[in-house]
């Protein structure tokens, strides 16, 4: 049951190509966004489409993976876990980022 303390799985399509860094130590990281849709009618009876955009990043092979073969506009499924962390801009205010650490990816759809 440990496993599924803090688990995603989300299906979405990605916003922009990836975002590959390299880092001093050789590991790789991606970091990309995918949006998913929910669909739901209105109290009018009109279809609503409500967009999220999720903020993902992922690490060494996963990202060598990504790196090769997924670019803006793919469908994806990807697991992982959520990670909350901060950061301070240049002007010195405090930011919050929420992501999903992307452990495993699944490309969908076809060419």
Known sequence: MNTLRNKVQLIGNLGNDPEIITLESGKKLAKFSIATNESYKSATGEKVTDTQWHNII??????????????????????????SR???????????ITEVVCNELLMLGGK
């Open 58 to 83: 992922a690490w060494n092979k996963t990202a060598e993976i990504i790196e090769k073969y997924v670019t803006k506009g793919n469908e994806i499924a990807i697991e992982g876990k959520l990670t």
């Open 86 to 96: 901060s950061y301070e801009t240049k002007e010195g205010e405090k930011k919050y």
